[in-house]
């Protein structure tokens, strides 16, 4: 089974300064499929943003952008001019040739007005 | 946008007792899931089912957990004789098996007293 790490178990932002959520994998897979997920307080599943691994761009989505370094099996995850809807959980997922999504520990991040 | 249903929200339920978590997927999507949130943990997945039967299943997914696809809308995840460790978010994925995401129900609640 593939392993994800997100050895940030929480940060904290000044609203509209930039945070960044690091996110390592472990795999032999060459092709897969890398996401961030949003779990506010609600605990709903919201899909930020992902990562074809086929891909050399990194994705970005509005003020979400990775840093997907494939050879490092990293894919960090900056959310740039913080709001206060941003606080939430954030997880990182890999999905691989077994069809099915293995996820970080997550990262709680905190908004400060 | 076509979602996942899930019902109910909230389940309350007496160890021993069974339950049934009900999901109704993406009507075109072929690839079902089930995973498991307790609460302040990291998701985990249990099982997958696709073609009408059980593709995959975790360790967690023992002989007290079942799934069925009863029609040919509705996926059910029942646990036989709930325990307390069995309290947790439950949530539903389904997936169309091309590049797109997993898309996740808003989630049920269950607790066992």
């Known amino acids: 089974a593939q392993t994800v790490t997100q050895s940030q178990p929480e940060m904290s932002v000044q609203e509209a300064e930039t945070v960044t959520l690091s996110c390592t994998y472990d795999t032999s897979e060459s092709d897969y499929y890398l996401f961030w997920y949003k779990q506010p307080p609600s605990r709903q599943m919201i899909l930020v943003i992902r990562?074809?691994?086929?891909?050399?761009q990194n994705a970005t989505e509005n003020r979400f952008s990775v840093n997907f370094q494939k050879a490092a099996k990293s894919f960090s995850l900056k959310i740039s001019d913080s709001q206060l809807g941003d606080a939430a959980m954030y997880f990182c997922?890999?999905?691989?040739?077994?069809?099915?999504?293995?996820f970080g520990a997550g990262t709680t991040v905190t908004v400060r007005a | 946008e076509p979602e996942v249903t899930q019902t109910p929200s909230h389940q309350v339920t007496q160890m021993g007792q069974e339950v049934i978590l009900r999901c109704v997927p993406i009507?075109?999507?072929?690839?079902f899931y089930w995973y498991r949130q307790i609460l302040g943990q990291k998701v985990e997945f249990l099982v997958s089912?696709?073609?009408?039967?059980?593709?995959?299943k975790s360790e967690i997914f023992d002989d007290q957990f079942s799934v069925e696809r009863p029609d040919g809308s509705n996926f059910t995840l029942k646990i036989r004789s709930t325990k307390l460790e069995d309290s947790a978010m439950y949530f539903c994925a389904s997936w169309t098996a091309d590049n797109s995401p997993l898309h996740f129900g808003n989630g049920t609640r269950l607790t066992v007293t």
């Open positions: 089912f696709y073609n009408n039967e059980i593709s995959e």
């Open positions: 997922a890999y999905r691989g040739l077994d069809y099915k999504l293995s």
């Open positions: 990562q074809e691994a086929y891909k050399q």
């Open positions: 009507s075109n999507h072929l690839y």
